[in-house]
């Protein structure tokens, strides 16, 4: 036996000893509480229970940055086209022979396509922000603030912002109450007794923008307050939408409305510390928490959050890099129970703003906010928005069937109402349509129970139906085809050319093997025609033993190596049905080698760990998770860079990632962390996770 060999089986052995050994779980969390000690509106730290979150600035409110967004805030603004939605003219695209008729083109109808892009969208509710006055009597700048010392502790889900103004100490506690998602407050300062600190709460009107808030127009929207003791109750009015709010205090304090929308608390004198919760709902709230009684339920809840579900601790390791990889993962799982473990799929920027799509969310991005909760044991936090995709299925049914095809096609960009937005891309996307599958697959691991089944059964089965469906026999190779016109994951080819992309083969492959196997758990019959396309759906492209992109794309490896490198999907993301291992891993090695990885996404990064891992090339899974590029970068908040900020799929993406290599895959090593380097270097101690597919 060589000495290497005998290296690496104490390496393993030493790893296999480490992992059965329980994780401190609060020294691991508690190491990377966030820390700051500037104002910044790229580093917001935030709180919340993932159907409302709060960004809260240096200052522990909204003084000068940050939002309040929720799952259920949208807003429509009156559609400036007569016939409304109804009016769009559809661009057709010839499909075999057939005209497909698509919501991608805006030509004679901006103004109507821009309206359905942009509404309904998702809306600032609000913003509380304190009201200091100098000596001089203005009221303070971002400058003014000074000495800051800002903690978001993980553990409990509070963060204490500490600050001087003209070297007066400022002290605030921020949680969110987790049941209710009240934002409370605690602030503590000789500012109070001198009169020179207040606090501000305003309403905008909605906007399609990043902030989702209106402040110009005070006449477009309503806020009504009725007031009782030590508590104001508000009702907001904005075109069709209605929703609620509270606040409430302890002790004395002065109230006022100082403008339209914009109201005051001024507290009492005889004081040093302020208490006070707001709340926002979008039916009236009878009991609103007292604040001590919410910090304890956050702490109660953020405990209970790290101690549930799995944990990976990366301490033991010598490479200088554990800790940054450990922060990542630590930070992320924070930041997505707060933004997007709520009733509906995440937009890419979670509850943070609107980005770039106006707060709505993508379908083919939902799998990477949400599907590593089935490899962490947190199934029930992704659970919460998977019953939307049962309410959409009829009118997914009728996109469809306005196509010529059966069964249902999800949209892609789409707000809470399922009505697919117009683009010139997103219409043409099809890599969603097996999402649903996969997760009904992650749940049957978890659950595999009757229930499960009943549960998914219809959506499997529409789906799967639209995918054979959508798949065209073309005669003169005897093979099913899919495309044109298509648009493939990486976007960056003519949709009126695009067919066979490797990516969108295999995963029709992996959908449609699952729901016939989802047919026989249910005891019924395999679908002849889904056979039919399994067996004879085109083999993925390839050139000089590796994969392409697509079918009509030889120089994938050398003007196409840009944007999402999609076809290394197929080895990581999924199984791998219809690949060649050899094949596979020649594709990712050159890959990792030639594409051009400051012109790609953040979750692009985590892609290439899956897939390097799940092929043997553990060393390359740490250097993608890692990778220098500033589209890679995640900041001291554990916000990503990768795409509009913030961007939370890369968040997602590193979660599913480093499960998968410290817990494994279906035909893994039988070895620990098998996705991770075996030199010694990396000593991963993980429990709870669950392998992946």
């Given at each position: 036996m060589s000495m290497k060999t005998i290296i690496t089986a104490i390496c393993l052995m030493s790893s296999i000893l480490c992992s059965a050994k329980q994780i401190d779980r609060e020294a691991l969390v508690k190491r990377h509480t966030v820390h700051l000690d500037k104002l910044s509106d790229s580093e917001l730290l935030q709180v919340g229970n993932g159907e409302i979150a709060f960004g809260i600035d240096a200052t522990g409110l909204q003084t000068f940055y940050g939002n309040t967004m929720s799952q259920w805030g949208w807003h429509s603004v009156p559609c400036p086209v007569e016939g409304g939605r109804a009016a769009l003219k559809l661009e057709e695209f010839d499909f075999h022979g057939r005209k497909l008729p698509y919501r991608s083109s805006s030509e004679g109808q901006k103004e109507l396509f821009a309206w359905m892009r942009e509404n309904p969208h998702?809306?600032?509710?609000?913003?509380?922000?304190?009201?200091?006055?100098?000596?001089?009597?203005?009221?303070?700048?971002?400058?003014?603030?000074g000495d800051i010392r800002q903690t978001l502790d993980l553990w409990s889900g509070i963060i204490e912002s500490r600050y001087t103004i003209e070297g007066i100490p400022v002290r605030v506690?921020?949680?969110v109450e987790p049941a209710t998602g009240t934002l409370s407050v605690q602030v503590a300062s000789p500012l109070i007794e001198a009169g020179r600190l207040q606090v501000e709460w305003a309403f905008p009107y909605g906007h399609h923008g990043v902030t989702g808030a209106e402040w110009t127009k005070p006449d477009a929207h309503q806020t009504t307050a009725a007031r009782s003791k030590h508590r104001i109750d508000f009702v907001r009015q904005l075109d069709a939408t209605t929703y609620h709010a509270a606040w409430s205090w302890e002790g004395g304090a002065i109230f006022d409305e100082t403008a339209p929308?914009?109201?005051?608390?001024t507290p009492n004198r005889k004081a040093t510390t302020f208490r006070f919760v707001?709340?926002?709902a979008q039916q009236k709230t009878a009991q609103l928490p007292m604040v001590k009684a919410a910090l304890q339920a956050s702490k109660k809840h953020w405990t209970a959050f790290w101690q549930s579900g799995g944990a990976i601790d990366l301490s033991g390791s010598s490479d200088a890099r554990w800790k940054e990889l450990e922060r990542r993962i630590v930070l992320s799982q924070y930041l997505l129970a707060v933004n997007e473990a709520g009733s509906l799929p995440p937009q890419e920027s979670g509850l943070f703003n609107n980005s770039g799509w106006y707060g709505k969310f993508h379908l083919e991005m939902h799998?990477?906010?949400?599907a590593h909760y089935g490899l962490w044991g947190r199934w029930q936090m992704m659970d919460r928005s998977l019953g939307w995709y049962r309410d959409i299925l009829p009118k997914a049914k009728e996109l469809a069937q306005s196509q010529g095809f059966t069964g249902a096609r999800m949209p892609k960009m789409t707000g809470p109402e399922a009505e697919d937005s117009p683009s010139g891309t997103g219409p043409l996307l099809i890599w969603q349509q097996p999402h649903p599958i996969f997760y009904a697959e992650l749940e049957y691991?978890?659950?595999?129970?009757k229930a499960t089944l009943e549960k998914w059964r219809d959506i499997v089965q529409e789906s799967a139906e639209f995918m054979a469906s959508f798949a065209f026999f073309d005669e003169a190779t005897q093979h099913y085809v899919l495309g044109p016109p298509l648009a493939t994951v990486s976007e960056n080819s003519n949709y009126r050319q695009s067919w066979n992309p490797t990516f969108e083969l295999s995963y029709w492959r992996t959908g449609l093997r699952w729901a016939q196997t989802w047919r026989e758990r249910l005891g019924l019959p395999r679908e002849p025609k889904w056979d039919d396309v399994l067996r004879k759906l085109a083999p993925l492209p390839q050139?000089?033993?590796?994969?392409?992109s697509q079918e009509n794309m030889p120089d994938t490896y050398t003007n196409m190596n840009w944007e999402h490198p999609s076809l290394i999907g197929v080895g990581g993301m999924l199984p791998g049905d219809g690949t060649d291992p050899i094949v596979v891993k020649k594709t990712v090695e050159k890959v990792w080698a030639t594409w051009i990885w400051d012109k790609c996404w953040g979750w692009d990064f985590p892609m290439m760990a899956m897939a390097a891992a799940k092929n043997g090339r553990p060393d390359i899974a740490i250097d993608a998770l890692l990778h220098p590029s500033f589209k890679n970068a995640i900041n001291k908040a554990g916000l990503s860079t990768g795409g509009p900020f913030p961007y939370f799929p890369t968040n997602g993406g590193i979660l599913y990632a480093v499960a998968l290599m410290a817990a494994g895959w279906d035909?893994?090593?039988a070895q620990s962390a098998p996705g991770f380097p075996s030199d010694g270097a990396w000593v991963v101690r993980s429990e709870g996770l669950v392998p992946a597919p």
């Open positions: 998702r809306i600032c509710l609000g913003r509380l922000r304190f009201l200091i006055k100098m000596n001089d009597g203005r009221f303070i700048a971002p400058s003014d603030v506690e921020t949680c929308h914009t109201f005051v608390l707001a709340h926002y799998w990477w906010h949400g691991r978890l659950n595999p129970a050139q000089d033993g590796v994969y392409l035909g893994a090593p």
